[in-house]
């Protein structure tokens, strides 16, 4: 016997919704089903069942973002891309995701759909299939309007990247120019009207990476510059392999509307968050090709070479200014802008 799946007829997220009931039921497969359809999901079994062969990687997050939309991105996308490139940072290939909803009571099931339907579309740039998950609804006052979380599952096509394998004479490479998402939702926050075209990073870094791994590049580390920018990769890598880098300062890739926003609230391009922005050490002999391969390959053609590992200042990142001077690139302190993520 059949059972009929309505559509929500509400505009609104009810209580009822995260009841275990018909409403719940009616919302699940109306919204989630429908954009996340494959066989593993649709068998509805209390675990998904997966084939996993070889190492695998696997990963979490959540996201709290705020606000919901802004320019480049919206959190649905911000889930998936944040996830699958956790997996693709490590050489994996994005199999497999988790996805848990808690929404506030009186979300808008119109901007609902429209974040389900973000996601969709993220997961499709890299064959990655939602499989299980879980849905929450909390009474009004007790969450922001949404709150996502995620995990992700991936085959290992490229091992042995990691943040203790950096050595002396690697190049450090940027894929793109810097500080956009941290910037884009600045700007969404307090509601500044600028004649830019500023929008967030936020991205699938999969296609690109696939491409590296696809020609053998030689990839000692590699992570995506997330909270606390380039400055926080730089200086993790820097102690955890025991080594010292140095970055040109004129060389960071970082757009005229992002230096804007960081001279007028005082912030350093290098400490604010991107979501579509990675980060490499390989051989120097090779830098300039996967320059080239990045261009060629990834949402932005500002790839470039801003520095080189060292054997010495170990666990310190030196930058040197456009003058020539020189001063530590420390990690940022504090919470420069909570939620952006």
């Known amino acids: 016997m059949s059972v009929e799946i309505k559509l929500p007829t509400e505009k609104a997220v009810q209580l009822s919704h995260g009841g275990g009931g018909k409403e719940m039921n009616n919302l699940i497969k109306s919204i989630f089903f429908k954009a996340f359809a494959n066989?593993?999901?649709?068998?509805?079994?209390?675990?998904?069942?997966?084939n996993l062969d070889g190492p695998t990687a696997f990963t979490t997050d959540s996201f709290t973002v705020s606000p919901l939309f802004f320019a480049?991105?919206?959190?649905?996308?911000?889930?998936?891309?944040?996830?699958?490139?956790?997996?693709?940072?490590?050489g994996a290939e994005p199999q497999y995701l988790s996805c848990s909803f808690i929404i506030e009571e009186g979300f808008?099931?119109?901007?609902?759909?429209?974040?389900?339907?973000?996601?969709a579309s993220e997961l499709h740039k890299s064959g990655t299939r939602v499989v299980c998950g879980d849905t929450?609804?909390?009474?009004?006052?007790?969450?922001?309007?949404?709150?996502?979380?995620?995990?992700?599952?991936?085959?290992?096509?490229?091992?042995?990247?990691?943040?203790?394998?950096?050595?002396?004479?690697?190049?450090i490479i940027v894929s793109g120019d810097i500080g956009r998402h941290g910037a884009a939702i600045l700007m969404a926050r307090e509601g500044l009207n600028l004649e830019?075209?500023?929008?967030?990073?936020?991205?699938?870094?999969?296609?690109?990476?696939?491409?590296?791994?696809a020609a053998n590049i030689t990839i000692h580390a590699m992570r995506d510059a997330?909270?606390?920018?380039?400055?926080?990769?730089?200086?993790?890598?820097?102690?955890?392999?025991k080594v010292g880098?140095?970055?040109?300062?004129?060389?960071i890739p970082v757009s005229d509307e992002v230096k804007g926003l960081c001279e007028l609230y005082g912030f350093e391009p290098h400490d604010l968050a991107n979501e579509g922005t990675?980060?490499?050490?390989?051989?120097?002999?090779?830098?300039?090709?996967?320059?080239?391969?990045?261009?060629?390959?990834?949402?932005?053609?500002?790839?470039?070479?801003?520095?080189?590992?060292?054997d010495n200042h170990h666990g310190k990142v030196i930058l040197t200014t456009p003058w020539g001077s020189t001063r530590y690139l420390d990690l940022p302190q504090g919470e420069l802008l909570p939620r952006i993520c």
């Not at 959190?75 to 490590?90: E, F, Q, R, S, Y």
């Not at 995990?151 to 002396?168: D, E, F, M, T």
Request: glycine share 10%.
């Open 39 to 50: 066989p593993i999901l649709a068998s509805e079994e209390d675990a998904a069942v997966l």
């Open 72 to 90: 480049g991105g919206d959190i649905g996308k911000l889930a998936v891309a944040g996830t699958v490139n956790d997996l693709a940072m490590m």
């Open 108 to 119: 808008a099931i119109a901007s609902l759909k429209q974040i389900v339907a973000s996601m």
């Open 136 to 171: 929450k609804v909390v009474p009004k006052g007790c969450a922001d309007g949404l709150f996502i979380n995620t995990s992700g599952v991936g085959r290992i096509l490229k091992p042995h990247i990691s943040v203790n394998h950096l050595q002396p004479g690697d190049a």
């Open 196 to 213: 830019s075209d500023l929008r967030s990073d936020c991205a699938n870094l999969w296609p690109v990476v696939e491409q590296l791994i």
């Open 226 to 241: 997330t909270r606390g920018g380039l400055a926080a990769v730089l200086n993790e890598w820097a102690q955890a392999s």
């Open 245 to 251: 880098i140095s970055v040109a300062e004129s060389q």
């Open 278 to 310: 990675f980060i490499l050490a390989v051989p120097q002999t090779i830098a300039s090709g996967v320059v080239e391969i990045i261009n060629r390959y990834g949402d932005s053609q500002t790839a470039a070479i801003i520095g080189q590992v060292e």
